[in-house]
């Protein structure tokens, strides 16, 4: 994700800054993107040049794609600095992170899910979830969800979706979601090319009724990282107006994004 928003961010002519955070063995590394050199710190020297960056440039704003147990470590780490962030990255204590961000007045967007496309469809299911409820009682559903096998946690798009479902009246247990990790099922049993093994994002919702004779599917699939990226580029410019007109409200999602309507 790194590399992709590097590349989305470069072609929409944002100054990219050659750093980046990582673990202790990847520190003193450079890996090289879109022609830049872009060194990797560890974790005893993130604050101090974090700190060091944003005294220079104070129009920093960084961008979080990581693991889950690094969430609330990262988001600390940022509202300790002052300095605003975008965050993709899913898992880790989501009420302690919003606490964090609040507490600190940093401007930042929070979002499971950068995908512009996918949002849209997640808020159209929230508006019929809120308008219909209880339209899908007695429904039994199906998830599977299937990404890179460097995904550890279960999908943050996939619960939203179920949730939503689950207001339109069906009973689902977050635990019944079938993901899928293992590359050999994910080419011979959900279809994702071999190519994106390594990046991809399949969902499948299939909704039955009690006696068997209505069934609904609703699916998106995403190959490759560019529509995250794209999105995530959008919140950065997005959130660089929010905070050079001092908005009064300072934590925004990707809804908020689309809903201004500035997007390239």
Excluded: W
């Amino acid at each position: 994700m790194g590399k992709a928003v590097i590349k989305a961010a470069d072609t929409a002519g944002l100054q990219i800054l050659s750093v980046s955070f990582g673990s202790a063995e990847e520190s003193g590394q450079t890996v090289q993107v879109c022609g830049k050199d872009i060194k990797i710190h560890g974790p005893s020297e993130r604050e101090d040049v974090l700190a060091s960056l944003y005294d220079e440039y104070p129009n920093l704003i960084v961008v979080d794609y990581t693991v889950p147990s690094a969430v609330n470590d990262n988001a600390n780490l940022y509202c300790k600095v002052g300095v605003p962030f975008v965050m993709g990255t899913t898992g880790g204590d989501r009420d302690l992170l919003y606490k964090t961000v609040e507490d600190s007045k940093v401007y930042a967007v929070i979002s499971p899910q950068m995908g512009k496309q996918v949002v849209a469809f997640l808020a159209a299911m929230e508006i019929m979830a809120e308008q219909f409820p209880g339209a899908f009682s007695g429904y039994s559903l199906q998830v599977l969800e299937s990404h890179q096998a460097g995904k550890l946690d279960t999908s943050g798009t996939a619960k939203a979706v179920i949730s939503c479902f689950q207001k339109l009246g069906v009973s689902f247990d977050m635990n019944q979601i079938q993901m899928i990790r293992d590359p050999k099922l994910q080419i011979e049993m959900v279809g994702v090319p071999e190519d994106h093994l390594s990046g991809h994002a399949f969902h499948m919702y299939h909704l039955t009724s009690p006696d068997q004779t209505v069934s609904f599917e609703f699916q998106h699939n995403v190959c490759g990282r560019s529509i995250y990226a794209e999105g995530t580029v959008d919140a950065i410019i997005f959130l660089a107006k929010k905070i050079q007109s001092k908005a009064d409200k300072r934590i925004y999602n990707m809804i908020d994004v689309l809903r201004e309507g500035n997007m390239r």
